[in-house]
């Protein structure tokens, strides 16, 4: 049973705000060339040195929970570094990143996450937790890229909740890519990521449990789709920020498209992913520096 957010249950998680945790990684390029194989992205160097294209460090630095510290969804329990939000569904809803610089293959990176604010909010379906963290990665002690990421808690699924009503997406793009998913797609990505949340691979349990209507692209890996579709119209642009927002969630029952339109003044872009019906699923602004 999930017990009610009352305003003592919103102090007690914010006593988690500023707690810090601190990790380090090599930057090895095996993880990056199964990337690349499974998003049939263009090659990259694995050569020492070589740049990690934008948004692909997100198969770093995995979660590290032992199998017996799972709960039922597959995700890590809380209330270790993270608030024990009475919650059961969680999502990355979306976020903000900042690069000061590339990370590169060939280094140690130091990533320290911060909570940095913990938010109730009641919802027409109920109530919403929102965590906001931060993560800064550091290469050879300068700051490389700053990143903000927005975690959503609810409540479990019932019959009759109210549904958000869906947002055409724009009509206007300059590219347009189409992208197939599949169980095997979600699984290599889980894999990469070192995710076991269940809706992504287990489709009795994305269905039954948590209300899909098939398995769930992982977020992460849609804005990667985004930031891919970038690489592939723009290889020269250097990103400075990328910030995105989830829409809807994106099923593995249908193709999927992912768009984008460069500014007038070429200093930006909007991308976007729309499903097979033309509605918004993940809108994203980028600027180039």
């Keep these: 049973m999930t017990d009610a957010i009352t305003p003592e249950v919103v102090e007690h998680l914010q006593q988690w705000q500023g707690k810090t945790e601190q990790f380090t990684e090599f930057m090895a390029p095996q993880p990056m060339l199964r990337l690349a194989a499974t998003l049939e992205s263009a090659e990259i160097s694995a050569v020492d040195g070589s740049a990690i294209p934008p948004l692909w460090h997100w198969i770093t630095f995995t979660p590290l929970a032992a199998q ?83 975690i959503v808690y609810r409540a479990p699924a019932k019959p009759g909740d109210p549904v958000p009503g869906p947002t055409p997406a724009p009509n206007d793009p300059t590219w347009t890519k189409t992208v197939t998913p599949s169980s095997t797609l979600l699984f290599r990505y889980s894999a990469l990521t070192f995710n076991s949340h269940r809706i992504h691979y287990d489709r009795p349990y994305a269905m039954q449990e948590e209300g899909y209507g098939g398995l769930v692209v992982h977020g992460p890996l849609l804005a990667t789709f985004l930031g891919e579709l970038l690489r592939e119209n723009m290889p020269q642009a250097n990103i400075a920020s990328f910030s995105f927002r989830a829409v809807r969630p994106t099923l593995d029952t249908r193709p999927f498209e992912v768009c984008g339109k460069l500014a007038a003044d070429g200093q930006s872009a909007t991308i976007w992913s729309q499903d097979h019906e033309g509605w918004l699923t993940m809108q994203a602004e980028v600027t180039f520096g």
């Design 68 to 150: 017996s510290e799972l709960g039922t969804d597959g995700h890590p329990t809380l209330g270790g570094f993270m608030p024990p939000v009475p919650l059961p569904r969680r999502m990355w809803a979306g976020g903000r990143l900042y690069w000061y610089g590339q990370l590169r293959l060939g280094d140690v990176v130091e990533k320290t996450t911060t909570i940095q604010s913990i938010k109730h909010k009641a919802g027409r379906s109920g109530d919403l937790v929102f965590a906001l963290l931060q993560h800064e990665y550091r290469q050879q002690g300068a700051l490389v890229l700053r990143e903000e990421q927005d």
